[in-house]
């Protein structure tokens, strides 16, 4: 059902033991599901990502109990700080054991801006500014598509 994220682990325990446990969390997993929406909407393409990497080391020092390390301590702020502007509504819905995300508003909390990114409005988004940008990020695609065929002809 719902939230079954974690039925039937097998974990590794901090003292080094396996162990097996079932887990249920129906309202955390709708919870997370939406803040999550909520953050693609707020949170900085680069902030998600270093927090996505974080997020493995908070888990695993909340998990060993080191709720007042000064990593934990650390982290926490850390994440604290990635959440500032992470606030709005989300409306989901929930069919046959899963979590629909079916919008979400931030206010002036989100990073969306319509105008900034239409093509066709005055002042927004310009394509023929990508050129030089689309040729840069391309160089090391070429390069491997040369060597490739290199390598292919011989």
Same mark, same amino acid.
């Given at each position: 059902?719902?939230?079954? *994220?974690?039925? =039937?682990?097998?974990?590794? =325990?901090? *003292?080094? +033991?396996?162990?097996? #446990?079932?887990?249920?969390?129906?309202?955390?997993?709708?919870?997370?599901?939406?803040?999550?929406? $909520?953050? +693609?909407?707020?949170?900085?393409?680069?902030?998600?990502?270093?927090?996505?990497?974080?997020? %493995?080391?908070?888990?695993? $020092?909340?998990?060993?109990?080191?709720?007042?390390?000064?990593?934990?301590?650390?982290?926490?702020?850390?994440?604290? %700080?990635?959440?500032?502007?992470?606030?709005?509504?989300?409306?989901?819905?929930?069919?046959?054991?899963?979590? %629909?995300?079916?919008?979400?508003?931030? #206010?002036?909390?989100? $990073?969306?801006?319509?105008?900034?990114?239409?093509?066709? +409005?005055? #002042?927004?988004?310009?394509?023929?500014?990508?050129? #030089?940008?689309?040729?840069?990020?391309?160089? =090391?695609?070429?390069?491997?598509?040369? =060597?490739?065929?290199?390598?292919?002809?011989?």
């Amino acid at each position: 059902g719902l939230g079954d *994220v974690y039925k =039937r682990q097998v974990e590794n =325990r901090f *003292v080094g +033991m396996k162990s097996r #446990g079932c887990y249920e969390t129906p309202a955390g997993t709708i919870l997370y599901s939406a803040k999550l929406d $909520l953050e +693609m909407l707020c949170m900085d393409r680069e902030v998600m990502r270093i927090r996505d990497q974080l997020s %493995l080391k908070y888990a695993e $020092l909340v998990y060993n109990g080191y709720w007042y390390s000064p990593e934990w301590q650390f982290l926490s702020d850390t994440m604290a %700080l990635t959440q500032q502007n992470v606030t709005g509504e989300a409306a989901i819905r929930l069919h046959k054991a899963n979590v %629909l995300n079916r919008g979400r508003s931030a #206010g002036v909390h989100s $990073l969306y801006n319509e105008d900034l990114v239409s093509m066709d +409005m005055l #002042g927004g988004f310009d394509p023929t500014m990508s050129t #030089g940008f689309i040729n840069t990020l391309s160089t =090391r695609i070429k390069a491997s598509k040369a =060597r490739d065929a290199k390598v292919d002809s011989q």
